[in-house]
């Protein structure tokens, strides 16, 4: 849907370009895909680099300090590219805008500064910045408390779609923003805010306008977006009864959701309306973090390793061919062997598809950072790190085996970017890579043509990451 002309800004009579880079996670593709849809809306074009740009605009990620690393980096050559180039407008979105504010501004070459709830106000901050006017800052300034910006972000997001459907015959839409959990190394709800849940008819609507314009997968998004809640009149959904409206939508046929937090609330309705839809995909994202109790605790998990487990049991007792993916932190404060033996152990139970091991990064004004030291030595993180992956690729291994000599369906991403079969017997054949319904990813030989369409590929070779195969159809 389109801007109203009396909201386009005319910046100058060529259209400006943009040169969007996004860090982090599927909120800030998210945010980035809207942002992209506003800003063409507004009169400019994007561009893929930063020769051509008139303003460089990075969406970042705070979560650990490396991803605030590299853009720091990043904001250090955009300086010397802006010794020779002064007009460049530079823009700082995202979660570590809304962390660091002005203090950004001791960045020399950052002009805009704007948190996740202002994306809003991206086009006009631009359009300012363009006609020389003074550095400007747009965060919020009392990030916890809910406030009129909810509502302007609402109707943002009501308006603008992810239209530029980065992976054809995708999207997310976003379904809460957000985080009430707190978990105690965490900043996210320090930079993205309480838990709002989005009204279930604007996400229908939405979800309904992305299958006419030929989206077939939807990941509904939020950080824990399994406490899904909407209250209307006698009425209160939860995410079973989005999965279940977005599963009658014609043209959608594919539904997925990330990310859960580990809690009975809702659970069971879930897997209900996993077991009861086939759209919806047989695929769930769970983070564990750690098997330890103790740490559990330290990390302000509601729950033990063992009702974790037992969540996991429950889900495949539901739904029999689910596939579960989770996330680790090792060397979280406190974190003794024994504790990481849990970790492993919990690891071996739990089978999941694939999990994402991460480094304890301190983050500051999160409680771990203000009441615990982080006494786990770098070399000791990394090692367990390393260990975690060991485990977790045996039975990544194990379980892509299943599908050798099996037929699997595949929604086609496009080219894949790195050459993984063995070309020997068709050279000049396109590789595209694919993904099952439960997130397996699938290489094959075919046409580009096939990219957002459903194929069927023949399992050839298995890895503990990716199969591949052959196309059947
Ligand atoms: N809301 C989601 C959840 O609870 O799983 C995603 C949050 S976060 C963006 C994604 C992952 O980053 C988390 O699951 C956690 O494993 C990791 N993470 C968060 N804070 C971290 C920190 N301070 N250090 C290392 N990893 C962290
Ligand atoms: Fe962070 Fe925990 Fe919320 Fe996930 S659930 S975003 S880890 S506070």
Not at 270 to 298: E, T, W
Request: glycine share 6%; proline share 4%.
């Amino acid at each position: 849907m389109g801007t109203p002309d009396s909201k386009r800004i005319n910046v100058t009579s060529k259209r400006p370009t943009i040169l969007l880079q996004t860090f982090g996670c599927q909120m800030n593709k998210l945010d980035s895909a809207l942002v992209t849809s506003a800003l063409k809306d507004a009169g400019f074009d994007l561009t893929g680099s930063v020769a051509d740009a008139d303003v460089v605009l990075i969406n970042t990620c705070s979560v650990r300090d490396h991803a605030e690393q590299r853009v720091m980096s990043h904001l250090g050559n955009l300086k010397h590219i802006k010794e020779t180039r002064p007009d460049l407008v530079v823009g700082v979105i995202g979660c570590m805008a809304q962390r660091l504010g002005s203090e950004l501004f001791k960045q020399s070459a950052v002009d805009i500064v704007c948190g996740p709830a202002q994306i809003a106000e991206i086009p006009r901050l631009i359009t300012e910045a363009m006609q020389g006017k003074k550095k400007a800052v747009a965060v919020t300034e009392k990030i916890r408390q809910l406030s009129g910006e909810s509502e302007a972000l609402e109707s943002f997001e009501s308006v603008y779609d992810a239209d530029d459907k980065t992976i054809p015959g995708q999207a997310y839409v976003r379904v809460m923003h957000g985080c009430d959990k707190f978990c105690s190394y965490c900043i996210v709800p320090y930079v993205r805010g309480p838990e709002v849940s989005r009204p279930p008819g604007a996400i229908i609507e939405q979800i309904k306008r992305l299958a006419g314009e030929g989206v077939k997968l939807v990941t509904l998004l939020g950080q824990a977006v399994n406490a899904y809640k909407y209250t209307e009149g006698e009425k209160t959904y939860c995410l079973a009864d989005l999965l279940t409206m977005a599963g009658d939508i014609n043209g959608i046929e594919w539904i997925r959701f990330v990310t859960n937090y580990p809690s009975q609330k809702f659970f069971d309705e879930v897997l209900r309306a996993m077991a009861d839809s086939p759209k919806v995909c047989r695929y769930l994202h769970i983070p564990a973090q750690s098997g330890s109790d103790k740490i559990l605790a330290a990390m302000n998990r509601h729950y033990t390793a063992e009702e974790y487990l037992a969540m996991l049991d429950e889900a495949r007792a539901t739904v029999p061919d689910i596939e579960i993916a989770g996330d680790f932190i090792v060397g979280f404060p406190g974190e003794t062997d024994d504790d990481f033996a849990a970790t492993v152990r919990l690891v071996e139970k739990a089978r999941y598809k694939n999990c994402f091991v991460f480094k304890y990064s301190p983050r500051p004004g999160t409680t771990a950072d203000k009441k615990l030291e982080d006494n786990v030595p770098a070399e000791v993180k990394k090692k367990r790190n390393i260990e975690l992956l060991a485990v977790q690729e045996k039975i990544s291994d194990e379980l892509g085996r299943r599908f050798l000599d099996k037929e699997v369906k595949v929604l086609v991403e496009g080219l894949s970017k790195k050459p993984h079969l063995d070309k020997s017997g068709n050279k000049n054949a396109l590789q595209l890579v694919g993904r099952t319904a439960a997130d397996w990813i699938v290489v094959f030989n075919g046409p580009e043509s096939l990219a957002g369409q459903f194929a069927t590929v023949k399992i050839t070779k298995t890895s503990p990451l990716t199969l591949f195969g052959a196309l059947v159809d």
